[in-house]
């Protein structure tokens, strides 16, 4: 089957809404949609659906394999961050100092040395807090008081 003419409000609209919480280009990402478009609507099969419904699956995919293959934000010079250390009197050190100490244990380890951490996955991160003994209960109340902690703030 081929995209034709009645598609393209789908894929603008996807482009939009993809654009919306990205901040990619809308003309980067509708570009993107008809291209992906044209290549998946060979894999089509109307027996398993709508064709509206295959391509907004497959565009959707499409833009967060994009986004994380072209997009991803990334810290270019890590060393001014390594001098930056936060001092007592800013917001962001009292903030710190008003979480439990698992967090704040945590937020100083992280803060002391981010090279260390900043390209570091959640498992990858627990897997080292383990093995500087750290127990799967502070772990846990760790990151839970700063998740809530920053819901609050």
Request: charged share 25%; glycine share 2%; with cysteine.
């Amino acid at each position: 089957m081929q995209i034709n003419e009645q598609h393209l409000p789908l894929l603008h609209s996807l482009a939009w809404k993809f654009h919306r919480v990205s901040g990619i280009d809308i003309d980067e990402l509708y570009g993107e949609a008809c291209l992906a478009a044209v290549i998946k609507m060979q894999k089509y099969d109307p027996d398993k659906g709508a064709v509206s419904t295959f391509l907004y699956k497959v565009i959707w995919n499409h833009f967060m394999q994009y986004s994380h293959a072209n997009h991803r934000p990334r810290i270019v010079n890590t060393e001014m961050i390594e001098h930056r250390q936060p001092d007592k009197s800013t917001m962001f050190s009292a903030w710190i100092n008003e979480m439990n100490p698992q967090a704040r244990k945590l937020c100083k380890l992280i803060l002391n040395e981010p090279d260390k951490f900043l390209d570091m996955d959640m498992s990858a991160l627990k897997a080292y807090l383990l093995s500087a003994n750290w127990a799967w209960a502070e772990i846990r109340m760790a990151f839970k008081d700063i998740k809530n902690f920053l819901r609050t703030k």
